[in-house]
């Protein structure tokens, strides 16, 4: 998880601006309008939460590959089962935000008259920030889990390995309280390939031995990932108790690959996504007051429990970003400095502006 | 976790005979037969997968409740909700593995036809071992995922705390392959209270930096939960990627205790259980071979990943408790000296002979 920290010399984009542009863009890849829109409000989303490194600058991934032809332009998911409370999708590699969106649609349908909805989605595009999704189940009142590996793709090591064999494999979640909602989007594995890569382009290290180079050593160098045959990322954990973060990533691969019927074991050459997500209605098990009086209190107790000293209060996971969000949504969005020869390459392809930051005069140029 | 590891000269026990004396000792404690025998089986379950912390040691902590009144000895669950693919169960403070077998065999019946059961129960007794239940869904071949907390415990302190706010939250699950099942019993947190007290007692120290004192500084002495105000476990993750283990720690709590309708809000003074079990039938999803296929891949993937120096083959959760569970019951368990005494306790207490280890002459003596 990365976090913007706007300062004040940043420059900073009208939210909806940017949404625009971004939904251009895609719509000039070949998406429908609704899509395309879809799409960038969930890359947007990640920037707008702070997770940066899942925000617009994985729009050169979506592009491309749509450009490419590995995302689809256009076609419906195949529903290889559907029980009602649960459908599994091979979702043809359309795009994953869109494919995400498309099943929680579904899903908030049936979730009035169903406990529990799940839908597994196999062969769907990369999803971007898993953070980006659980707030819709959060204004209805629901409880949303949403994990995701992708079956191409192995950078982290099993416990007690230097060979990587899966991927982060993240997890998100997302409950109402009487508050602030909690918003989680973390995972078993101690870091992310896109942090990764951001550090090794920064020159930068890991702030501890997250990898684990092929002779077996830990290492916080972020470099090795690039190499082929140069290690791996270790499970949360680490080298001493890796065994949770590779057990939990284990579930996660369990209820997204095998749940799906698609996987590693497919030789899947492409980057994508196996997606797990599931709806859970609070108001058909213990009642929605008991439900969020119990998620406050939690809450409550968390953030009031004594810092280590020198820290800053404890915060529920999701405060910070959603803080974020209200204010980027107010006073303009910060971009990394990583995303923008994104928005750049992209407009310059289009011929479609981009937007400048807040404050520009010219209102013809686009983003430099 | 802890894992048995029997050496030669450990007395043997043999599994039947201690199935049949711990049944009788809760049978003697008021429980009714059928139920005493799944208390028994749950409880030696964690001894045969080498769980010792969470096997029959625990039995005075059953047996106290139940004569102490903090468990129920007869009675039933009441049904707070029930929607079919998913109900939410008051325990009443019935023997928890009682509570949660109860539970698993209505989902068997249901999920034949359902694709996802989800069952939750408030007010459990302690549920014991967590490992000792997913196999019994794995034979039927299921997925299972279990988790609980205990809404009277505060050991676990949120991240960037030292003060201790909810329990280890252990989070268990099992699913088949063609070959040995996997089973999970892990949690997002650095350790237990059980393995801490055992450190404790045996004047050692965690191997890593697995707690906080309140002065803010990590530490591997386990000695400081049992001093009230002393310090806390630190999420998995440690004081730098904890983070990650809380935000997982409050999926569970979320999943329990906020679910079921009761926890920490309430008050909790007694010690028991919010549990989460959900069963997923594969069948309704890509499909049983579908599933098989590729959790078997990734178990094959991961066994055969190169090892770290010095360290043995990769390990797939629950592989070395199932082996071990194997050799047990065919060669006798051997029980963790912690163990001992309350076996002995209890079998004076109620005058029923403890059975001796294999090979003992004397068939008549109890247990010393």
Same mark, same amino acid.
């Given at each position: 998880?990365?976090?913007?920290?706007?300062?004040s010399?940043?420059?900073?984009?009208?939210?909806?601006?940017?949404?625009?542009?971004?939904?251009?863009?895609?719509?000039?890849?070949?998406?429908?309008?609704?899509?395309?829109?879809?799409?960038?409000?969930?890359?947007?989303?990640?920037?707008?939460?702070?997770h940066?490194?899942?925000?617009l600058?994985?729009?050169?991934?979506?592009?491309?590959?749509?450009?490419?032809?590995?995302?689809?332009?256009?076609?419906?998911?195949?529903?290889? &089962?559907?029980?009602?409370?649960?459908?599994?999708?091979? /979702?043809?590699?359309?795009? !994953? *935000? +869109? %494919? $995400?969106? @498309?099943?929680?649609k579904?899903?908030?349908?049936?979730?009035?008259?169903?406990?529990?909805?799940?839908?597994?989605?196999?062969?769907?595009?990369?999803?971007?920030?898993?953070?980006?999704?659980?707030?819709?189940?959060?204004?209805?009142?629901?409880?949303?889990?949403?994990?995701?590996?992708?079956?191409?793709?192995?950078?982290?090591?099993?416990?007690?390995?230097?060979?990587?064999?899966?991927?982060?494999?993240?997890?998100?979640a997302?409950?109402?309280?009487?508050?602030?909602?909690?918003?989680?989007?973390?995972?078993?594995?101690?870091?992310? &390939?896109?942090?990764?890569?951001?550090?090794?382009?920064? /020159?930068?290290?890991?702030? !501890? *031995? +997250? %990898? $684990?180079? @092929?002779?077996?050593?830990?290492?916080?160098?972020?470099?090795?990932?690039?190499?082929?045959?140069?290690?791996?990322?270790?499970?949360?954990?680490?080298?001493?108790?890796?065994?949770?973060?590779?057990?939990?990533?284990?579930?996660?691969?369990?209820?997204?690959?095998?749940?799906?019927?698609?996987?590693?074991?497919?030789g899947?050459?492409?980057?994508?996504?196996?997606?797990?997500?599931?709806?859970?209605?609070?108001?058909?098990?213990?009642?929605?007051?008991?439900?969020?009086?119990?998620?406050?209190?939690?809450?409550?107790?968390?953030?009031? &429990?004594?810092?280590?000293?020198?820290?800053?209060?404890?915060?529920?996971?999701?405060?910070?970003?959603?803080?974020?969000?209200?204010?980027?949504?107010?006073?303009?969005?910060?971009?990394?400095?990583?995303?923008?020869?994104?928005?750049?390459?992209?407009?310059?392809?289009?011929?479609?502006?981009?937007?400048?930051?807040i404050?520009?005069?010219?209102?013809?140029?686009?983003?430099?």
């Amino acid at each position: 998880m990365s976090v913007n920290c706007p300062s004040s010399p940043s420059p900073r984009y009208a939210a909806a601006a940017l949404l625009r542009f971004v939904s251009r863009l895609f719509e000039a890849a070949g998406l429908e309008p609704s899509r395309a829109e879809v799409v960038a409000e969930a890359l947007l989303e990640g920037d707008l939460m702070g997770h940066s490194t899942h925000g617009l600058q994985l729009i050169s991934r979506h592009l491309d590959g749509i450009l490419g032809g590995a995302i689809a332009r256009d076609g419906n998911p195949i529903v290889v &089962a559907d029980h009602d409370a649960a459908f599994t999708w091979d /979702g043809g590699y359309l795009p !994953g *935000p +869109w %494919l $995400v969106r @498309a099943a929680m649609k579904i899903g908030f349908e049936r979730i009035g008259r169903l406990p529990v909805v799940t839908a597994v989605i196999r062969r769907s595009g990369h999803i971007g920030c898993l953070a980006a999704y659980p707030r819709l189940a959060v204004e209805r009142d629901l409880m949303m889990l949403l994990t995701s590996s992708d079956p191409g793709v192995e950078i982290v090591a099993p416990h007690g390995s230097t060979e990587p064999r899966y991927t982060p494999n993240p997890i998100a979640a997302g409950w109402p309280t009487t508050g602030q909602p909690v918003i989680v989007d973390t995972s078993p594995s101690t870091t992310t &390939a896109g942090m990764l890569g951001r550090l090794a382009r920064a /020159g930068a290290t890991c702030a !501890g *031995p +997250w %990898l $684990v180079k @092929a002779s077996g050593e830990p290492t916080d160098d972020p470099a090795i990932l690039s190499v082929p045959g140069g290690g791996a990322i270790l499970p949360l954990g680490g080298v001493e108790l890796g065994h949770k973060g590779f057990a939990l990533a284990l579930i996660v691969e369990t209820l997204t690959s095998a749940l799906a019927g698609f996987g590693r074991a497919d030789g899947v050459e492409q980057d994508g996504a196996s997606v797990f997500l599931q709806l859970i209605n609070p108001r058909l098990f213990g009642g929605l007051n008991e439900f969020r009086r119990e998620t406050s209190w939690l809450a409550d107790a968390c953030t009031t &429990a004594a810092p280590r000293p020198g820290l800053a209060p404890v915060r529920m996971p999701g405060a910070r970003g959603l803080a974020l969000r209200e204010q980027q949504l107010r006073d303009g969005v910060t971009l990394h400095e990583d995303t923008l020869p994104g928005l750049k390459r992209w407009a310059g392809h289009f011929g479609i502006p981009a937007p400048l930051p807040i404050g520009t005069r010219d209102a013809h140029a686009t983003a430099s």
